[in-house]
């Protein structure tokens, strides 16, 4: 099925230290999402992400966030400063824009974020 | 305002045996329904999907899932279980095209040889 890559899995970081997550949507898809997992928990929606804008954003999604896809390339979740909280797997997700599947959700692999 | 509840935090299955994991959901009109798998260190596959048309949608790996409107159900279920069926299932709903999904707590399902 379609892929979604997200680099890298794992990152280590100090506390107050920026920290760039980055997520290779599918091809054609022009809707991307973050979600947060806590380990063990439930996967938290973050934001959503169309047409250069975020279109919805969580209580989780904190002023320290910001997203964005530059050029069509990579797209980012920025986190700056860190906190020891934000520690957790974040997972992309993109869906397309039209058609049967603009309902579907597809997930990348995840990038474990640990904050020292 | 929408939920997917979960109530099964783990289920303990012998392998071959047959399974059910369960799913309620809330919202008021009928929503696009999913379950997605999350294997060990792996990210979430879509396992079926469901929104309108016959109630029991069939999925990957012999999954289906039964869609109850009376009872605001998703129910999950495989004849017989293998070892490999082993991760966290979870249920999930949106409320239409390019919007978020919203997902239950999870059930880890553990099969035994």
């Known amino acids: 099925g379609p892929k979604v890559l997200q680099i890298p899995s794992h990152q280590i970081i100090d506390m107050g230290q920026m920290v760039t997550l980055n997520c290779d949507p599918v091809s054609n898809h022009l809707y991307f999402y973050w979600y947060k997992q806590i380990l063990g928990q439930q996967m938290e929606f973050l934001v959503n992400f169309y047409n250069g804008k975020v279109m919805e954003k969580s209580k989780l999604f904190k002023d320290q966030f910001s997203v964005e896809r530059p050029d069509g390339s990579y797209f980012t979740l920025k986190i700056q400063p860190t906190a020891l909280e934000d520690s957790a797997v974040y997972f992309c997700?993109?869906?397309?824009?039209?058609?049967?599947?603009?309902?579907?959700?597809?997930f990348g692999s995840g990038t474990r974020l640990t904050v020292l | 305002a929408q939920s997917v509840t979960q109530p099964d935090a783990r289920v303990t299955v012998s392998e071959g045996a047959s399974l059910q994991l369960r799913c309620k959901y809330s919202y008021s009109a009928t929503p696009y329904l999913f379950w997605y798998v999350q294997y060990p260190r792996q990210g979430l596959q879509l396992l079926l999907k469901?929104?309108?048309?016959?109630?029991v949608v069939q999925g990957v790996n012999s999954f289906e899932a039964e869609f109850s409107k009376s009872n605001s159900s998703f129910h999950l279920q495989k004849a017989s279980v293998h070892w490999s069926d082993s991760a966290v299932y979870f249920c999930?709903?949106?409320?239409?095209?390019?919007?978020?999904?919203?997902f239950g707590d999870g059930t880890q399902l553990v099969v035994k040889p």
């Open positions: 997700a993109s869906s397309s824009l039209l058609g049967t599947s603009a309902e579907t959700l597809y």
């Open positions: 999930a709903l949106s409320m239409g095209s390019n919007n978020r999904i919203f």
């Open positions: 469901y929104y309108s048309g016959d109630p």
